[in-house]
């Protein structure tokens, strides 16, 4: 395709420039370009005309100095909210504040569990010796004066139930035997210290013929080893047996 300025061929149809001089006033004015368009440059190093691109003809000239700064412009909006930063190192601690106020009393925990049996303690001082198995036995007895009671001397050492020598029940007895009316013999079995022993001594009846007047006593002779014994009926002024008499004797003071 040929170019023309006018109605002048300028560059012919196999792209050669065959005029020297181009009126533009002829030429058909155009206000938009594109990059890739043909324009006419002369290479001044060849000394010839040139056909170039736009984009490849255009001249480059040095960097203008920078122009001032503009006016700020309006404020913009409010960006969102960034990510949380990485927690900072702990701050030096403070100073203590003042003690507050006392609070209330809590209530009382659970018993906890019993704990252990502690080491066994020093043997204590020795009491006072009440006694031994071949010495007296001295107890303290009731009352506020502390009085001592020697039990081993006070108890009877012997004693019988008994009916017309027939024993119900005894102790520290061998024998016991009805020697007249009225009148009966005890054997001990482990014999009194000496003949200076204490006997004491009842006699009832049940039978109404005899229901007063019953006396008990007790007749030598007598040794460390045996006592005897009477019943005596004061009404009647005489020593009487009955087959219902209840004969009690017994006998205190020190065992050989």
């Known amino acids: 395709m040929a170019f023309k300025v006018g109605s002048t061929t300028v560059i012919d149809?196999?792209?050669?420039v065959v005029a020297e001089r181009v009126d533009i006033d002829g030429a058909t004015a155009e206000t938009t370009f594109a990059s890739g368009d043909f324009v006419l440059v002369y290479d001044t190093s060849a000394g010839v005309i040139r056909k170039g691109t736009i984009q490849n003809s255009a001249l480059v000239g040095p960097t203008g100095p920078t122009g001032p700064a503009g006016s700020d412009g309006a404020a913009g909006p409010t960006g969102p909210t960034g990510s949380t930063g990485p927690a900072g190192s702990a701050g030096p601690t403070g100073s203590a504040g003042p003690t507050g106020p006392t609070g209330p009393a809590g209530s009382n925990g659970s018993n906890g569990a019993t704990g252990p049996t502690g080491p066994t303690g020093p043997?204590?001082?020795?009491?006072?010796?009440?006694?031994?198995i071949n010495g007296n036995l001295v107890l303290y007895a009731e009352g506020s004066n502390n009085h001592r009671v020697d039990v081993r001397q006070g108890n009877a050492k012997c004693w019988i139930n008994h009916n017309q020598g027939s024993t119900r029940d005894s102790y520290n007895v061998t024998s016991n035997n009805d020697e007249a009316t009225g009148k009966f013999n005890t054997n001990i079995g482990n014999n009194m210290n000496n003949a200076n022993f204490a006997t004491t001594a009842s006699d009832n009846t049940q039978t109404s013929d005899h229901a007063n007047g019953r006396d008990?006593?007790?007749s030598f002779p007598?040794?460390?080893?045996?006592?005897?014994?009477?019943?005596?009926?004061?009404?009647?002024?005489?020593?009487?047996?009955s087959p219902a008499t209840q004969?009690?004797?017994?006998?205190?003071?020190?065992l050989a």
């Open 13 to 16: 149809t196999n792209a050669e």
């Open 123 to 132: 043997t204590g001082p020795s009491g006072p010796t009440a006694g031994n």
């Open 216 to 218: 008990a006593g007790r």
């Open 247 to 254: 004969a009690q004797i017994q006998v205190t003071g020190d």
């Open 222 to 241: 007598r040794d460390s080893g045996r006592f005897r014994y009477t019943g005596y009926a004061t009404n009647d002024n005489a020593f009487i047996d």
